[in-house]
């Protein structure tokens, strides 16, 4: 295979782990070969943003769709439950829905795992890995830890999967990854316990969230203590 | 995944453009009162649904995605945290964004380096032929062999000459 056909399944996810490692381990002894990587991602990333302008201006374009079904019988039957609810919404107006109190209080955790020195010329699959996390691109950050974690296990990078999962809106996804996390002796204790409240007020489940931030307040009384007071005061029992 | 789901995946990984405006009318009424009712502004949900639209087309494209549930579940996975992180910055008017705007200049993409700027607006002013050849080769991923599977250049050989010749001129661009 050819230098650039490399670097192009490189990039397009189609080497094994085995060329993958093979190619980072070259791209550390050799600053040519590292910045011809790094050509090769620029341009594909400036064509993509090229590309993007001409899809969304295509999308913009097209009109509203219509409604697929009639709805007023649903409507009608929709309002007869408003009205029987409304009473109960009433006593519980002062309440924020949980998946907005997600949206309030979620930011992903900054990396302190593995800090990323910019400009440096190679990097190693871990690097790339924080390095997309702290750019955002919370799908390659996925990706890459994902395949470390099936050479490796290390619950500080499982804690960085899930919350490159949990960016993207995989909750179930994320859920799975912070409950091997381990519960004790681990630096991200009770980080893991307020991400995992989060991940339930995500999923619009007040109960299973109240319980971690009960645990959270319980093991950790100075973390975030004021959010978490706020939310225990929100995901109260009626 | 519904035999309906692979046939319109199918033809998304083709660039077929009118299959990516069948999957965006056919999911934009159920994104947009998903949006609705987590309290976001019409304009600002059909401006999320276009992204996360995009997001999906664009993965799909480049080999980077994989969908295991149905089309709609993922399009509406991916634009449910999209609605509340819009809708997160919308209420707390977050200094981080008007950071970013401060220190990009007006017309800079977001999310792009000042090179990759460079080379996106290199890129387009390149002729079309150039455009299209390197498209497939850096955006898509396609081999030079299937490049020209899927196009009228003769041998490998000739598309290879062409795409040196494409970023010879993209380099002049930027030069200038």
Not at chain 1, 51 to 62: D, F, I, T, V, W
Request: glycine share 4%; proline share 4%; charged share 25%.
């Amino acid at each position: 295979m050819d230098q650039e056909g490399r670097i192009r399944k490189y990039w397009h996810g189609m080497l094994s782990d085995q060329e993958k490692d093979a190619l980072e381990t070259e791209m550390r002894a050799d600053a040519n070969l590292a910045k011809e990587v790094q050509h090769f991602r620029d341009l594909q990333l400036a064509i993509a943003a090229e590309e993007r302008q001409a899809l969304k201006q295509q999308l913009g374009s097209l009109p509203l769709a219509g409604r697929r079904r009639r709805l007023w019988p649903i409507a009608a039957a929709a309002a007869v439950l408003l009205l029987l609810a409304a009473a109960w919404f009433l006593q519980r107006a002062d309440l924020t829905p949980p998946e907005e109190l997600f949206a309030t209080y979620y930011e992903p955790y900054p990396n302190v795992t593995h800090p990323v020195v910019r400009q440096q010329e190679t990097a190693d699959s871990l690097t790339l890995a924080f390095a997309a996390y702290e750019q955002g691109d919370y799908a390659v950050a996925a990706e890459r830890l994902e395949q470390l974690l099936a050479r490796q296990d290390d619950p500080e990078w499982r804690f960085y999967l899930a919350l490159s999962l949990l960016s993207q809106g995989e909750y179930a996804a994320a859920r799975a990854q912070l409950e091997q996390l381990p519960t004790a002796n681990f630096r991200f204790q009770a980080e893991t316990l307020w991400y995992r409240a989060l991940l339930s007020l995500g999923e619009g489940d007040k109960v299973t969230a109240r319980t971690h931030l009960l645990a959270l307040r319980e093991r950790a009384p100075d973390y975030e203590s004021a959010a978490v007071a706020r939310l225990l005061e929100e995901t109260a029992p009626e | 995944m519904s035999p309906k789901d692979k046939q319109l995946l199918q033809r998304l990984q083709q660039e077929d453009k009118q299959a990516l405006e069948e999957v965006y009318l056919a999911y934009q009424h159920d994104f947009l009162r998903m949006a609705r009712k987590n309290g976001l502004r019409q304009e600002d949900a059909l401006d999320v649904y276009q992204d996360v639209v995009i997001d999906f087309y664009q993965q799909l494209l480049n080999g980077t995605s994989t969908i295991n549930s149905s089309i709609k579940a993922y399009l509406l996975g991916m634009g449910r945290f999209k609605c509340y992180k819009r809708l997160s910055q919308q209420r707390q008017e977050l200094p981080l964004a008007a950071d970013r705007i401060m220190e990009s200049p007006a017309d800079q993409t977001p999310g792009l380096s000042d090179e990759q700027e460079q080379l996106r607006i290199g890129f387009s002013r390149l002729s079309p032929s150039c455009q299209e050849v390197l498209r497939m080769f850096y955006y898509r991923g396609l081999s030079l062999s299937d490049i020209v599977e899927q196009t009228q250049y003769n041998n490998t050989n000739t598309v290879k000459s062409h795409k040196s010749r494409c970023l010879k001129r993209l380099s002049e661009l930027i030069k200038n």
